[in-house]
């Protein structure tokens, strides 16, 4: 976990990195100067980071001049050469004309294809992460197995080092039991021959916190824990809640944001 501050007081705790967070910076995502906000000031309780696109309920940085563009700290604090666990060349940002570029690029860790903020390899031909893939965790701890597991990048060459190590495939997850299909990054235990889908072990809400309550439209919601032997099932879709995090209105129970809107 490293260093953290606790407050002697209440339950709030800060790494140490977060603790010394810049107040104000430039940063070359965006051409306006970024203020960091600590306190959300903002209706919902919760942003969507401009940069990798997932929801935050954490410290931002945002420009005051434009109003929309909000980046979390983990976005904010990218800094070239990026070296990625899964990759041997270090990653650059891809700018055009003095701001980010926001084409469509195929991101190399989960194939998806959509208008969004890349690092790319300046060697490797058409290697590219987003920012999302960019932010995952090298390393996690699963409740099933006693070592740590690592981020893995199956390309060739990874594979032909890992089936030396190992004489079958980690082809399959070991949470939901789906196939883990070639070059994605998925979590991997060298040990214990366990291998699990990103979403698996991380969820789909991986930034955002239980206990932490956020307003949806006009819905004042609770974020809670979904790792208990029972599981609630959704008010809106009537399918029981899979994700670590479950959405609490009250006596209603949502297994997404997306069902909440719907419900709505």
């Not at 407050?7 to 010394?20: G, N, Q, Y």
């Amino acid at each position: 976990m490293g260093t953290f501050l606790r407050c002697k007081e209440c339950s709030f705790a800060l790494h140490e990195e977060c603790a010394r967070l810049p107040q104000e910076m430039d940063h070359p995502l965006h051409r306006h100067r970024l203020t960091l906000k600590v306190k959300m000031n903002i209706n919902e309780g919760f942003f969507t980071c401009s940069v990798c696109k997932q929801y935050h309920c954490g410290f931002m940085y945002k420009c005051r001049y434009c109003g929309t563009f909000k980046m979390d700290a983990k976005c904010a604090s990218f800094t070239e050469p990026f070296k990625h666990i899964t990759h041997r060349c270090p990653l650059y940002l891809r700018l055009e004309n003095h701001g980010y570029n926001t084409s469509s690029y195929l991101c190399c860790g989960c194939h998806k294809k959509y208008p969004t903020i890349v690092a790319t390899c300046t060697t490797c031909e058409d290697f590219s992460f987003d920012f999302k893939c960019l932010n995952l965790p090298p390393v996690v701890r699963f409740k099933y197995d006693i070592h740590p597991l690592y981020l893995y990048f199956d390309t060739e060459h990874n594979k032909k080092q890992l089936l030396e190590k190992r004489q079958e495939s980690y082809s399959w997850c070991d949470v939901c039991e789906e196939e883990i299909h070639e070059n994605l990054l998925f979590y991997i235990c060298f040990d214990c021959r366990i291998s699990l889908h990103v979403k698996c072990i991380l969820g789909n809400y991986p930034y955002m916190k239980p206990g932490h309550n956020i307003k949806v439209e006009d819905l004042n919601i609770q974020i809670a824990s979904n790792t208990g032997a029972c599981r609630p099932m959704c008010h809106k879709c009537h399918s029981l809640c899979r994700d670590k995090l479950v959405f609490k209105e009250e006596d209603l129970c949502f297994c997404s944001l997306t069902c909440i809107r719907y419900y709505l």
